[in-house]
């Protein structure tokens, strides 16, 4: 291993600039020929990768289009007992040269993966997340593309500026030093298939301070994930740092969890799995070598709550956006919808609402028109079609949508239910769909509601605040503070952006560690407290000791 002989410093660091594909644009061209070339070639065939080889298993799943399920981005291997027990031990054997690699040529290759990611393969990932996954141009451009790449710039960044914590003080004669250690065993990355830069973010993070990661990808984001792994490969991370792991999530993730070196857990998922994973991880904490990390983000059930100062035709825009951008498949997706009376009817915020829905096409990604796609596959398409139901059963007014089409694709239309029950199912369980829920409260109820919507649910994800009063804004975010993890003011409550808002909930909705922070760091290493005296004791006995 080669000497670091300087103190370097990482290059400046900006958000990745957003393309904004219009008519006539190079990127566009780009976009479009990769998406096209991809849909010529598939299915693809995608085995395990263990210490940077492929398994084939012969164990066969496929990855639908979920825009028409009838076809298949790429059948995939699944692992094996004996694939994990190879990854495991691969993973374990590479972790001390890991760790031990210079931290500028570690950040060398996050960089490098960054620049890969916005540059070489920034339409490949693209076309394999509106393929696989259903998003339209702009959320794959706002996640595969730049999220993905500042994920790793940034985390870069924020190593260096943690290493750089240092105790402030030293004794005469001696030096202090604090160093971050990787933790001892080998973390488990389970990723969703929402959002593509997840899936690296959740690999990335332990990898970047030095540990070793098993990653388990969502069966619906196999291909996006594959791409970012061959990414990873190519930016020059070392074969068995992270192993690709698809398979089904129980025998996975048990295997995992059972090995004596499982030091931690990065988690992006369902709340009722990340609570079943806890308890087993604790019910198994006799066989562990420490206690392990464990770090998640889970479901919300978000809000937008619009006073009686808010302006309105923002307040409108930015629902619709919060709400049925990638079909409300964003752990951070508006749901619940609190407006006050006086601007509801008179103030014009319901007709401006579902007129700005009608406007809303719904299709095929890879036609550029369409605002939304498909939801992920029929589970997601009959859990919220069966959630609109059950709101009109409980006597919620639908105003618009309410329906699906599941002939070629998963397709359920932007939805609307009102309520005169604030404590309604859907008000209270997630959906994670295109479906809001509004609740009107009268303009001198505001204090009432403020807590009813602190009170309705378990999670504390997201939130926004709309108010063009200064006391509205400061009632609400005194009486909110533990609703939401991340709370705008007349903003929409969806898109975090890395370096800008660190993202996490707490509640039910994770334990709140912020990604896109330096913050989530801490918990993939493990401090060492080191003290060197240069000048030697001659007695043991100390002045107090003395007559």
Known sequence: ??????????????????????????????????YAQMEKDLPFEIPCIVNGKPVKTGKIQKQHLPADHARHLVTYHE???????????????AKAEWEAMPWADRAAIFLKAADLVAGKYRYQIMAATMLGQGKNVWQA???????????????????EQLYAIQPPKNAAGSWNRTEYRALEGFVLAVTPFNFTAIGGNLCATPAIVGNV???????????ANYITHKIFLEAGVPPAVIQFTPGPAEAVVAQAINHVDFAALHFTGSTHVFKKLWKDISNNVDIYKGYPRIVGETGGKNFHVVHESAEVRNAVVQSVRAAFEYQGQKCSALSRLYVSESIWTNGGFKDQLLAEIEKIKIGDPGEWTNYMGPVIG??????????IQKAKDAGGEVLIGGIGDDSKGYYVKPTVILTKDPKSVTMVEEIFGPVITVYVFPDASFSETLHLIDTTTTYALTGAIFASSRPALIAATNALRNAAGNVYYNEKCTGA??????????????????????????????ARSIKEGFVGAEEFEYPSNFV
Request: hydrophobic content about 40%.
């Open 141 to 159: 451009e706002i996640d595969a593309a730049a999220e993905l790449a500042d994920f790793l710039r940034f985390g870069v960044k924020y190593v």
């Open 79 to 93: 692992a094996d007992e004996a694939t994990i027990t190879a990854a495991i031990e691969g993973s374990l054997a």
């Open 378 to 387: 029929r589970p997601s398409y009959d859990k919220i079609t069966s959630y």
């Open 497 to 526: 952006v890395v370096g800008q808002q660190p993202f996490g909930g707490a509640r039910a909705s994770g334990t709140n560690d912020k990604a896109g922070s330096m913050s989530i760091f801490y918990r993939f290493v493990s």
């Open 1 to 34: 291993m080669s000497a670091q002989l300087a103190a370097f410093n990482v290059p400046n660091i900006e958000n990745e600039p957003m393309k904004p594909y219009g008519p006539g644009s190079a990127e566009r061209e780009g976009l479009k020929a990769a």
């Open 213 to 223: 990661v098993i990653w388990k990808p969502s069966p619906y984001a196999i291909y």
